[in-house]
């Protein structure tokens, strides 16, 4: 880098540094000026926050007008006792994610992007909270944010979008001394569904938009931790039927071995299933579920679950599935063979008690 700049000199370096940010501004306003200018507006609700709110409301309402994008998250929900709420810096990031993956998902990142996107939310609000706010599990309400953005445009961008995908950071975190009387801390996310486009299914068991992390192999977990994982797979029936199938959540079963310990979960889309789009419908909701001895199984809280899971005992986890896109009547049959064949339906898990929100 020293030679770098001794070569081309700092005030240089400046300038090709501008240009590369002034670039990436030019690219969101062509993008965004490709859109139909109009107002488009689309809520949705987050289950709780664990504490004291349920059903916390997040609004949207945009306006496209030539080059310009302004969102305005004015009737949002409070913020909350809860770890879910999110600071201006973090909606910031959700709304931009949410209109470069539509306008120009190949593009570079930097500030550029900020310059044609005009974002208002009231200060308070779960979406723009102010200290002494908890922020730790802000990506659950990111993703709602993000399902809003893209519910919103989804009539200016039909063939861009995608359903609901499973909106969920699904964290699992256990703790306690193992059989050789070593303490020991194991946490991971847990992928889902991702939501169907007018195009295509959608994925099956990913992490999607905000949420990005390891997906541990069950040998590295079994090796390192006495936690045995008797079962990790695909859910039927959790993907929302259309002309496009939502992807499918995922099942994962955590045993303690030789031991009691403690698990502390968190999820979201635990109560609201992810909504379709244009007559898809909506995918499965997540659940934690208690296992004791043989058969007995208890549901549990969605978010936050703290508890003492007893030697005999197992967690199920099951995460989310996404919406559909299309009427299901339109699905090619060659498709609903393959589903049957793969036994991603049929298996008995209901899909089809809601509509499409959109």
């Known amino acids: 880098m020293h030679d770098f700049l001794a070569r081309w000199q700092v005030e240089r370096f400046a300038e ?29 609700v987050i289950d709780d926050d664990g504490v ?23 009737g949002c929900g409070a913020q909350v006792p809860g770890n879910i709420n999110v600071t201006t810096t973090g909606l910031e990031a959700s709304v931009l994610y949410a209109i470069k993956v539509l306008v120009d998902p190949d ?29 730790a599990a802000r990506a659950q309400t990111c993703q709602r944010i993000i399902d809003v953005v893209l519910g919103a445009l989804a009539h200016a961008a039909p063939d861009r979008v995608i359903a609901a ?14 059989p050789d009387g070593e303490r020991y801390v194991y946490m991971e996310t847990i992928g889902g569904g991702a939501g169907a486009r007018a195009y295509k299914d959608g994925t099956d068991g990913v992490q999607v938009h905000v949420t990005n992390t390891s ?40 045993r303690p071995i030789g031991h009691a ?3 502390s979960g968190q999820g979201e889309r635990f ?48 995460t989310p599935g996404a919406g559909g896109y299309g009427d299901p009547a339109r699905r090619d049959p060659a498709l ?13 898990k209901c899909t089809t008690s809601q509509g499409s929100t959109a």
Do not use: Q
């Not at 992007?113 to 005009?118: A, I, Q």
């Not at 079962?231 to 099942?251: A, S």
């Not at 379709?276 to 043989?294: E, I």
């Not at 589903?339 to 298996?347: E, I, Q, T, Y």
């Open 215 to 254: 997906n541990l192999p069950v040998e590295a977990l079994e090796k390192e931790y006495p936690l045995l994982i008797e079962r990790y797979e695909l859910v039927p029936d959790t993907g929302g039927e259309g002309m496009w199938r939502g992807g499918l959540g995922l099942r994962r079963v955590y």
């Open 16 to 44: 090709a540094a501008d240009a590369i940010i002034a670039s990436v501004a030019r690219r969101m306003r062509a993008g965004i000026a490709g859109l139909p200018d109009g107002t488009y507006s689309f809520e949705d």
């Open 52 to 74: 004291a709110a349920a059903d916390i409301p997040v609004k949207v309402r945009i306006e496209i007008d030539g080059e310009e994008i302004s969102l305005d998250f004015d």
């Open 336 to 348: 609903r063979e393959r589903d049957r064949r793969l036994a991603k339906v049929g298996m008995g």
């Open 107 to 135: 593009g570079p990142n930097n500030h550029g992007l900020t310059e044609p996107v005009h974002i208002s939310a009231p200060e308070g609000t779960i979406v723009n909270a102010v200290f002494p706010a908890a922020t």
């Open 261 to 263: 310990c403690h698990f």
């Open 271 to 318: 109560v609201h299933r992810p909504w379709g789009l244009f007559g898809g419908l909506p995918g499965s909701c997540g659940s934690f579920t208690l296992v004791r001895g043989a058969d007995a199984a208890e549901k549990l809280p969605a978010k936050p679950t703290s508890m003492l899971l007893p030697e005999d005992g197992a967690l199920v986890v099951e």
């Open 165 to 178: 995908s499973n909106g969920s950071n699904t964290a699992c975190t256990f703790s306690g001394v193992g």
